[in-house]
């Protein structure tokens, strides 16, 4: 049995909870206070937000002036973003203290679209600091501006990175449903090591303007929810073309709609043998998954990685190129604060005691290009990335009729994410007192496919769980 919430609103999932406050069964105002009641109780424990809005309020009563026929899908649903993307008013730090003072003056484009859906936001989510491209050996979920965020499940379980506060406030009821992004795992990762559902959008689907950039190649905002209908509500908000990205203006928006059965008669791959021999929770997750895919008319075949060898390892070439290019621009932008990666390192090594405490890696690594993406070498590592992800990696078995890969745990997750082709992840229940789960991923565009397998797998395992309040 799960543990009994403190308040029945926090039962209610977005897509629940919107529908309530639009019929006004509840107002916007009192799910508002509920849930900065409950992020104020416990966030000094949990470190999952960085900065609350001041102003959450005082938007929920607004939108309860809103007549019902102007009431959108997300109305009054309180939501984090994470602390890389820009809402205006509230400052955007990615996680660094040398951000503290930059209060972007206009919504980064996804934001816009959730405050016009009626959503509320109530704050900003903590993140590994640069969203994990600062340097090597940080610990998942800590920032200079946030602290250490801490697994609900237990202090001494990782939280995942870098949308560590998203996937902790998701999970301990903080927020309805929070926005993460991802390069490479920073979603699927704290979303699975959290218990909840994550989805890293195919690349282009969410406009990336107005978010703090690591890579223009790879990067992605998405949805980190307590249901996969809140996952498809939320992308679908989002979702659309932006002139500033040009990303986003080459991909349509996909069907989001969810209909029940869609595990019905598909074939799905299962590459079990993908990295080392799987842990016991992997096995354990990748077992729970299957028998509930066999239950539901799936049916399941193993499929080997041609590429999988020549993937191995932690390759960074092509982040590394366009982090400098990508970051430079937005640092541009900023008012009142570092104006370059450069200013950056220079600023970090004045006070490293406080402000580089992990150090700065790849930092200094990404400070070392040219900045123009002119190498050879960053041309050649692209290249390399999309023919062993795409052209000899997932499009071949995509071409035998499979409609999705299911993946034990996170592997996976840098495949997808180098290719660009969307993944999601479903909780499989827990471990030794741990979350645990599998990873789905698509082909380019289908979002909305992915979506409704792992709806309903994620019906046929049980939902998310919820971790227990502190005593």
């Known amino acids: 049995m799960l543990p009994a919430t403190p308040d029945p609103v926090l039962d209610l999932d977005a897509a629940a909870l919107a529908a309530a406050t639009r019929r006004g069964d509840l107002t916007a105002l009192e799910v508002t206070r509920t849930y900065l009641a409950r992020l104020r109780a416990h966030n000094g ?130 927020c309805v449903a929070a926005v993460g992004t991802e390069t490479s795992g920073s979603i699927l990762s704290p979303a699975q090591q959290n218990g909840v559902i994550g989805l890293k959008p195919t690349v282009g689907l969410i406009p990336r303007t107005g978010v703090v950039p690591i890579s223009h190649s790879q990067d992605t905002a998405g949805p980190i929810t307590r249901s996969v ?79 999988a060898a020549e993937l191995s390892g932690w390759r960074l070439e092509v982040l590394v190129y366009e982090f400098k290019h990508d970051l430079n621009a937005y640092l541009a932008g900023v008012r009142d604060g570092p104006r370059s990666l450069a200013e950056v390192i220079a600023a970090n090594d004045e006070d490293p005691g406080r402000l580089q405490r992990y150090g700065q890696t790849l930092l200094h690594a990404a400070e070392g290009t040219r900045g123009d ?14 023919d062993l992800t795409r052209t000899r990696g997932l499009d071949p078995l995509f071409a035998l009729g499979l409609d999705a890969l299911l993946w034990p745990g996170l592997r996976g997750s840098a495949v997808g994410a180098k290719a660009g082709y969307p993944s999601v992840t479903v909780p499989t229940g827990l ?12 082909p380019a565009g289908g979002d909305g496919r992915l979506l409704a397998l792992a709806a309903d797998l994620n019906r046929r395992l049980g939902g998310v769980q919820v971790p227990p309040d502190p005593a």
């Open 45 to 174: 424990r949990l470190r999952a937000v960085i900065t609350v809005n001041d102003q959450a309020e005082a938007d929920a009563e607004r939108l309860d002036a809103l007549p019902p026929q102007r009431r959108g899908p997300l109305h009054g649903v309180p939501l984090l973003i994470k602390d890389n993307i820009d809402v205006a008013g509230l400052p955007t730090t990615a996680g660094s203290l040398l951000m503290t003072r930059h209060v972007p003056r206009q919504d980064a484009p996804l934001v816009a679209r959730l405050r016009a859906a009626g959503a509320v936001i109530l704050g900003k989510a903590n993140l590994t600091e640069w969203a994990n491209f600062m340097t090597l050996g940080m610990p998942n979920g800590y920032s200079g501006a946030g602290g250490q965020t801490v697994n609900p499940w237990g202090e001494g379980l990782d939280t995942g990175g870098s949308s560590s506060g998203s996937g902790v406030a998701v999970a301990a009821r903080l």
């Open 229 to 307: 209908r809140d996952a498809a509500l939320l992308a679908g908000v989002m979702a659309g073309p932006d002139e500033a990205d040009e990303a986003s203006r080459r991909l349509p928006v996909p069907d989001l709609s969810l209909p029940e059965g869609a595990l019905e008669g598909k074939r799905l791959g299962v590459l079990r043998e993908f990295g080392p021999h799987l842990s016991p929770a992997e096995a354990a997750a990748l077992a729970r998954a299957e028998a509930a895919l066999q239950e539901a008319g799936a049916s399941l075949q193993d499929v080997t990685l041609e590429t």
């Open 373 to 386: 993406l002119s190498e050879r070498a960053y041309r050649e590592a692209r290249t390399r990335d999309l």
């Open 431 to 442: 471990h030794e007192g741990a979350p645990t789960g599998v990873l789905l991923t698509g």
